[in-house]
């Protein structure tokens, strides 16, 4: 069923905004463990612009216990690494309400990961994103960071 919800969501999304080139989510089912990396891979066509933005979405819900997330973004293509970030977002306002686009109880937010980027057509690009939160005064990263629901990563072309 959930399947089923996911591709009417992601068909609708795609058909309402003709500017995505590329998403996709993976579920983590509420707990994204910190080794799980999670893996999206693409390639652009011939009618593709050359520049682009990339986002981070995540949809989180009520058990997720930060205002922020960390997370370590590594964009390569097939022969080389073309950036790999530490990257901060804030998930919630100072009054500790999430921000982003809520529905019932799950709030989806598009983070920002490159403006402007150029990419080249017919080349496979790889993209891996991996959590690195950790509780304040503890060396080791959270093992398990609850309140995630999905991961994805969205490629839209600059108009």
Known sequence: MYNKFSLIFLFLTL???????????NSVNGIWHKDSIQNFNFELDSRTNLLH??????????????????????LSDS?????????????ADKYGNFTGNKQINIVENSLLHKEN???DKHKR?????EHV???INKADGLENLNGIVDVGYKLEKVK
């Open 79 to 91: 022969l080389n690494t073309l950036s790999i970030d530490t990257l901060e977002y804030k998930l």
């Open 133 to 135: 939160m950790r509780i």
């Open 117 to 119: 980027i150029s990419l």
């Open 125 to 129: 690009y790889f993209v891996s994103i």
């Open 15 to 25: 058909s309402c905004n003709s500017n995505v080139e590329f998403i996709q989510y």
């Open 53 to 74: 933005n990339s986002f981070i979405n995540l949809r989180i819900n009520e058990k997720y216990p930060f205002n922020n997330i960390f997370l370590i973004v590594s």
